[in-house]
């Protein structure tokens, strides 16, 4: 694909601020585009921006807690007024929390599900209804899923809770209902699911350093979603499984 294709594209990612986020933001930006990058932790983010300051694209950092409509609401007016539109979204924010269907509290999960899939909902809804209303027909949506929430049994060893898990598995079929409206329009919006394995992250950062094991760097999970999101409008990569090597699934 032609390099220049990405230069002033605009995309918006969410949990921008660490991990798979921050690597896909520094990618994007290198490459040219123009990237909202939101996480309810905004300075870091801030301070991302000016790391990157010599890179041809740029960063614009925006606080946004995903379990706060009304945030997410002021992100895509900020977007419309300040950008026109977006071409890409990265549904890439998650949380989990060390908690069991026994010990953990309602409230527990109710955090879990406002980030990992209300939120994602609702910012997916925003950015339809605006590429929507800008005459937008081949915007791309990636949604970064887990391998975890793809398949019973269950064979994750990895430190995540029954409602992290659970809300993968939301997003799994939200993921299928959402191709299947689009493609119901005759809409050619992209919408891809990246399934990773173990990822060195922020999230199981100490976990990794008490039960040390092969895990992917971010980077290699951002390469898979460019990989995804680079063919030709035709064809549409649905889902994406990677994982190290030797990881059971």
Not at 62 to 80: A, G, H, K, T, Y
Not at 204 to 212: D, G, S, V, Y
């Amino acid at each position: 694909m032609d390099p220049k294709f990405w230069t002033d594209k605009v995309a918006l990612i969410t949990g921008a601020n660490s991990g798979i986020g921050k690597c896909l933001v520094e990618c994007m930006v290198g490459k040219g585009m123009k990237v909202v990058g939101i996480a309810r932790r905004v300075d870091k983010i801030k301070a991302f921006a000016d790391e990157l300051k010599s890179k041809p694209g740029k960063l614009f950092p925006l606080q946004c807690d995903l379990s706060n409509q009304s945030d997410i609401l002021r992100v895509f007016e900020w977007i419309e007024k300040n950008l026109g539109c977006i071409d890409i979204l990265v549904n890439n924010a998650a949380i989990n929390m060390d908690i069991t269907l026994q010990t953990g509290e309602m409230e527990d999960w109710k955090k879990i599900f406002d980030v990992n899939f209300l939120g994602l909902t609702c910012i997916t809804k925003e950015a339809l209804k605006l590429m929507k209303k800008k005459g937008m027909n081949n915007g791309i949506i990636v949604n970064i899923n887990d391998v975890c929430g793809l398949k019973v049994p269950i064979t994750c060893d990895r430190p995540v809770s029954p409602a992290y898990i659970s809300s993968k598995f939301a997003l799994t079929a939200l993921t299928e209902c959402l191709r299947s409206e689009l493609a119901q329009l005759e809409s050619n919006i992209k919408v891809i699911s990246i399934s990773p394995g173990l990822v060195e992250t922020e999230m199981t950062a100490q976990w990794l350093k008490e039960n040390p094991r092969l895990a992917l760097k971010p980077k290699d999970v951002s390469d898979c979603i460019f990989f995804a999101m680079q063919t030709p409008e035709t064809v549409l990569i649905k889902d994406l499984v990677v994982t190290p090597i030797r990881e059971a699934m």
